[in-house]
C-alpha cells in the first residue's frame, strides 16, 4: 500500500484546511486508515481513523468535534477536513494504513498499530 497525503498549507486561526491521503496498491477489507501529526519538539500523536469498509470513525479528544475524517472509496482516498483550527494544530501531518484485523478502532490510536505511512504535510495555523 503507498500513501500520497496532500492538502497542507498556512491558514489563520479559526480557518479551515482539508487534507487527502491517496491510496494505492493492493488494499484490504479490513483496511483502517489514520491521521497522525507531530508538531515541533513532540511526540507524533494520533488524530484520526477510520475504517475502509463501513461507517466506524474514531478521533482524538483535541480535535473531536473540530475534525472530521471520511472517505471515498471509488477514489481510494481518505480525507481529513479540519475546521476552526487552532495555532495548537500546527503540526505535520501523516497519513497511514493498517492491514492487519481489528476489533475496535480504540486499538488503533499508536503508531506501531499502523503499517504503511505516507509523507507528511505542512499544516500551519497563525494566531
Known amino acids: 500500500v503507498q500513501l500520497q497525503a496532500s492538502g497542507g498549507g498556512l491558514v489563520q486561526a479559526g480557518g479551515s484546511l482539508r487534507l487527502s491521503c491517496a491510496a494505492s496498491g493492493r488494499t484490504f477489507s479490513n483496511l483502517v486508515m489514520g491521521w497522525f501529526r507531530q508538531a515541533p519538539g513532540k511526540e507524533r500523536e494520533f488524530v484520526a481513523a477510520?475504517?475502509?469498509?463501513?461507517?466506524?470513525?474514531y478521533y482524538a479528544d483535541s480535535v473531536k468535534g473540530r475534525f472530521t475524517i471520511s472517505r471515498d472509496n471509488a477514489k481510494n482516498t481518505v480525507y481529513l477536513q479540519m475546521n476552526s483550527l487552532k495555532p495548537e494544530d500546527t503540526a505535520v501531518y501523516s497519513c497511514a494504513a493498517r492491514i492487519r484485523p481489528i476489533v475496535v478502532l480504540t486499538n488503533a490510536i499508536r503508531s506501531n498499530d499502523y503499517d504503511y505511512w505516507g509523507q507528511g504535510t505542512q499544516v500551519t495555523v497563525s494566531s
Open positions: 477510520i475504517r475502509w469498509s463501513g461507517s466506524s470513525t
